[in-house]
């Protein structure tokens, strides 16, 4: 075994360590905001902070669930991340893996074994079925072995089984080498939690949450909001706030009217003409960085028209993702994607862009004409409501140019996930936002063991895309080797045309001048108490 590794520096063999060059890329989190405003870190160096008050965060769509197993969307992720704590957590810039639940860990030399010393200090919040008591190694092995077998989208893959090996000590057993397992380990997921709970509200443990975080469970109304208190036995910094308050407001117009009015203090996903709203207003700042979001339109490779490449080859062809991104981002705050990866990301390359073909209608048209589909067809095109627009372009550009008829199917965030899981969406636009590590990104949207899971709910399969997936996590830690190898996967990738690539997204979130020590990730994470972070209201 390689030896333990400690403290706030820590680089392990197999964590990314060029991630750095996200940070200079997005920025540090106490650098100020693209707009000129300072950011709330900075403002909070002009007072000490005060306890008390609630902080409302409004979020763009509603939470189905917060079971770390089942939740599939980072609306309720960022809920989850209040109440839960995972093993570790990358920093505020993304640059490197701290410790969190374990304090310190160890990799096998055959990066088959992975062995963490966990904190002594640590309770549950009570709940219905236990009182709060003692976090121990059984919990954590507990929750590692339920998502790594019953995970909605597979987050913690690989892990065969979890050893306790005293009451603070567990080793993780994979069935191969991972180089990503550090990062999986901090995605929300991932979080501790109680099997009484669990066992005790069985399908509606969801709704009642338990974990070791900084705020527990109040309320879960749905459709609604989720209220949270803060947690008297949490093992890190005392938060400040009393609580907090996620409200869920699709409509983006009136998320941005409820910030203006106060009956919330901080909006995330700020898009359009909203963006220079909250810029012009004195009482509000606005934080943007470049993210690690993409958007893009899924094929179904399996069932309709798309099913033939040709199909597929001409719908691409017939998008201007330039107009439409110009159209829909007119304020700022995206551009074009050519790469199912953000630039943000270590694994993205330029020269790739390269093999994605030019808009051109004209070609598009002899594509659909081959196909056997002169004359157009009529399909679907499914999306949730903050992505309404994106659909409304695309579907007038299909229209115009291929005499595609694509009927938008607005729906809510539940629906939409299961509906593009269970591969029964003939074309739908959507985003995903992870963390800087490639896998994240294309193992979970191409990889033929993801089919059944949102990210791959086209149902792609390309056994040589697999085969390279599989080898950048399992043969080195080397980013450079890594690096190439999902460079030949995405060549690939937009050969079988997967996806309409759109959007690249920067992360803008809005929030009251009152707001102090609120960090703004380029993974969209929201972290409310942490080592790095506590925010405060200021008023």
Known sequence: MRKFLKGKALFSAVTVVSMLALAACGGQSSAPAQDGKSTGQEQAAAGEPKDGGVLKIGLSSTAKTLDPIAYTGAYESNIIRSIGDTLVRYSGDLSKIEPSL?????????????????????????????????????????????????????????????????????????????????????????????????????????????????????KFNQDD?????????????????????????????????????????????????????????????????????IEYMGLNQNEGPTKDKKVREAIRMAVDVEGLVKGVFKWGGAEKSYLPLPKASWGYDSALEASVPAFDPQKAKQLLADAGYPNGFKTELYVIASRVPQATIAAQQLKDNLNIDAEIKTVEWGTFSDVVAKGKAPLYIMGWSWYPDPDFFLYQMFHSKQIG?????????????????????????????????????????????????????????????????????????????????NVWLNK
Do not use: C
Request: glycine share 8%; hydrophobic share 35%; no cysteine.
């Open 453 to 533: 899971s949102l990210g791959n709910g086209y149902g792609y399969n390309n056994p040589e895309v697999d085969k390279l997936l599989d080898r950048a996590t399992a043969e080195t830690t080397d980013e450079a080797k890594r690096k190439e190898m999902y460079g030949q996967a995405m060549k690939m990738i937009n050969d079988d045309v997967v996806h309409v690539e759109l959007g690249l997204l920067d992360v803008a979130t809005g929030m009251k001048k009152y707001v102090e020590d609120y960090q703004v990730r380029a993974d969209s994470s929201i972290f409310l108490v942490n080592e790095e972070t």
């Open 102 to 218: 374990a304090t310190e860990w160890k990799v096998s030399d055959d990066m088959k074994v992975y062995t963490f010393k966990l904190r002594d200090n640590v309770y549950f919040q009570p709940g219905k079925y236990q009182d709060g008591r003692k976090m121990t190694a059984e919990d954590v092995k507990y929750s590692l072995e339920r998502s790594s077998k019953q995970s909605a989208l597979k987050r913690l893959r690989g892990v065969e089984s979890v050893e306790v090996i005293s009451e603070n000590e567990v080793a993780l057993h994979l069935d191969q080498p991972n180089a990503a397992l550090l990062a999986m380990l901090t995605d929300g997921g991932n979080i501790v939690v109680p099997h009484e709970e669990v066992e005790g509200w069985g399908e509606q443990f969801g709704q009642h949450l338990v974990g070791t975080g900084p705020f527990q469970m109040d």
């Open 225 to 293: 909001s989720v209220a949270l208190k803060r947690a008297d036995k949490y093992w890190g910094p005392k938060p400040h706030l009393d609580g907090v308050e996620f409200k869920f407001i699709s409509d983006a117009n009136m998320m941005t009217n409820a910030l203006r009015s106060g009956d919330i203090d901080v909006v995330t996903d700020v898009k359009g003409q909203n963006r220079a709203v909250i810029e012009k207003d004195q009482n509000l700042n606005l934080q943007t960085k470049p993210g690690l979001s």
